[in-house]
T-cell receptor, first 116, second 112 residues
């Protein structure tokens, strides 16, 4: 029973390049969340997606960042024209469909982005 | 604006003793609270949760206590084991949103 998969695990980009981070949710999960963790800080919510829909992107920077979760394939977090301040660990989480008491989100191992 | 706070960045406890990790929150709309454990170079792993309609939830060595009037929760681990050494994050959610608000984490070290 594979968990949340993220790749690459490590990504190095030069300033101005594009970064693409991929996330495959757990089997049966249709909700995907992206979080960013800066050094010495907690995880900060970025965006919440369901298949083909962005539900909440209140945590996304207004420029250069975008996310998608297509009908087929993984969710993609895209950062255009990266800057040094984008260096962080980016975590994806997934949860099953439906609502209720359980709000547990299951996290992937993260992608560590380094901008040089 | 840090809505979930973990004021102790680190905690050291002797093996076999109790570990108590604390968390405070400011948003009275939060109705569900979770604890995650994180090892280096790994994603957070869900540990235990509690709904705001309860004041205690227990799972094996782990117990979470919620004091809504004080907007405070705590995680008790007893007995502590060296394998419990990790960073523990407190997280909260309000029913209307799906994102989690995380604290900054407490690094627990259990000394053999």
């Amino acid at each position: 029973n594979a968990g949340v998969m993220q790749n690459p695990r490590h990504l190095v980009r030069r300033r101005g390049q594009e970064a693409r981070l991929r996330c495959s949710p757990m089997k049966g999960h249709s909700h995907v969340y992206w979080y960013r963790q800066l050094p010495e800080e907690g995880l900060k919510f970025m965006v919440y997606l369901q298949k083909e829909n962005i539900i909440d992107e209140s945590g996304m920077p207004k420029e250069r960042f975008s996310a998608e979760f297509p009908k087929e394939g993984p969710s993609i977090l895209r950062i255009q024209q990266v800057v040094r301040g984008d260096s962080a660990a980016y975590f994806c989480a997934s949860s099953p469909p439906g609502t209720g008491e359980s709000y547990e989100q299951y996290f992937g191992p993260g992608t560590r982005l380094t901008v040089t | 604006d840090q809505q979930v706070k973990q004021n102790s960045p680190s905690l050291s406890v002797q093996e076999g003793r109790i570990s108590i990790l604390n968390c405070d929150y400011t948003n009275s709309m939060f109705d569900y609270f979770l604890w995650y454990k994180k090892y280096p170079a790994e994603g957070p792993t869900f540990l235990i949760s509690i709904s705001s309609i309860k004041d205690k939830n227990e799972d094996g060595r782990f117990t979470v206590f919620l004091n809504k009037s004080a907007k405070h929760l705590s995680l008790h681990i007893v007995p502590s084991q060296p394998g419990d050494s990790a960073v523990y994050f407190c997280a909260a959610s309000d029913g209307g949103a799906n994102n989690l608000f995380f604290g900054t984490g407490t690094r627990l070290t259990v000394i053999p």
